[in-house]
Nanobody, 118 residues
Framework: QVQLVESGGGLVQPGGSLRLSCAASGSIFSIATMGWYRQAPGKQRELVAT????????TYANSVKGRFTISRGNAKNTVYLRMNSLVPEDTAVYYC???????????WGQGTQVTVSS
């Protein structure tokens, strides 16, 4: 089992920045890819960004490319999302995600609210 705890959400003005953090505990040796998804009111959950173990390969949603940066911590059981140039459309609950291997299973955090508003 893997537990994920997010932090760093909040209210920010358009054009501002936030940094989300996610720490994994439990069977962290089995974690491979980690990432962030988000869900806005009335919309489906969507991928924001993912990063493989070791941080070598990253993927981003087109809507956040050039503004968001995902990274893994040195301990590899943490993942960060640096969000710059935030716009109101980025408002959502952001969920940390971890893909575990052996056995193959997906884990989710409880979510952290990000609100972009003036």
């Amino acid at each position: 089992q893997v537990q994920l705890v997010e932090s760093g959400g909040g209210l920010v003005q358009p054009g501002g920045s936030l940094r989300l953090s996610c720490a994994a505990s439990g069977s962290i040796f089995s974690i491979a890819t980690m990432g962030w998804y988000r869900q806005a009111p009335g919309k489906q959950r969507e991928l924001v960004a993912t990063v493989t173990s070791g941080g070598r390969t990253t993927t981003y949603a087109n809507s956040v490319k050039g503004r968001f940066t995902i990274s893994r911590g040195n301990a590899k059981n943490t993942v960060y999302l640096r969000m710059n140039s935030l716009v109101p459309e980025d408002t959502a609950v952001y969920y940390c995600y971890a893909q575990a291997l052996q056995p193959r299973e997906d884990y989710w955090g409880q979510g952290t609210q990000v609100t972009v508003s003036s």
